[in-house]
């Protein structure tokens, strides 16, 4: 069975506009989606709507065989460290070290902030240690995030999301935010780190060109439907 199954989604939050209408699509295990189309097409409501930061009105997102809309709020939890999210103004806490930053990710966002190193066994450290070895920012570790550059804040985030070893990571906009050497750098990073550690990645993006380079598959959205959904052209080529 798929990983992600989307089916005949419906969301509107108003009773007038429908933002998103009948969407159904599936994603395997492994695979690199990207997601793109013009702002106010939905994506973001999309992505939110997968792990449950939205409700949806119609139809059902089933993850790793869950039916995620009738999850209970332990589920949820579970749910949540199985999906990881990166978003486009990274949402870290400023004043709190790179390191503190990415190992709150294993706690969720309700944890007191004290003593938070504290709390890690010398295996959780490692890791993020290691994610931030590989993400270039190891040497960071120690310093205040406010202390670092928007491409060096967002592979912080990248670490954060997946600390927790999620099957699936959710990209909202990663790099809207920033200018394109870096954001080549992040999503360079991006896509080598989920492929080796095998993590199944949907990412929102406008511009279709990064989408292209980056991803096996594509899907367009637009007025909340989607008009296309199929392998990236020329990375087919050559397989
Ligand atoms: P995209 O990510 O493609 O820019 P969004 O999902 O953010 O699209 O937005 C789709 C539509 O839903 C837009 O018209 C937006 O104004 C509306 N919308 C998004 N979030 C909310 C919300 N929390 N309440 C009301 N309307 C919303
Ligand atoms: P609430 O306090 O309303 O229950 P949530 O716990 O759902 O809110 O989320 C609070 C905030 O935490 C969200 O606005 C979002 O920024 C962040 N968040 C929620 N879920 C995730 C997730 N899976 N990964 C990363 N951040 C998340």
Sequence with gaps: MSLL????????????????????????AGEFVSIIGPSGAGKS????????MV???????????????SLKKKELRQLRTDIGMIFQHYNLVPRLSVIENVLHGRFGYKTTIQG?????????KERAFYLLDKLGIGEHAYKRCDQLSGGQQQRVGIARALI??????LCDEPIASLDPNTSKIIMDHLQSIVSELNITCIVNLHQVE?????SDRIIGL????????GPTPWLTDDR
């Design 116 to 124: 938070i190193l504290g709390r890690f066994t010398e295996d959780e």
């Design 45 to 52: 409501t999309l992505l939110r709507s997968i792990n449950r």
């Design 222 to 229: 637009k007025a909340g439907e989607i008009v296309f959904d």
């Design 210 to 214: 990064v989408a292209q380079t980056y």
């Design 55 to 69: 409700e949806i009105n119609e139809g059902h997102v089933i993850f790793d065989n869950n039916d995620v809309g």
């Design 164 to 169: 927790q070893d999620p099957k699936l990571v």
């Design 5 to 28: 199954q989307v089916k005949r989604l419906g969301k509107s939050y108003d009773l007038e506009t429908k933002v998103l209408k009948d969407i159904s699509f599936d994603v395997e």
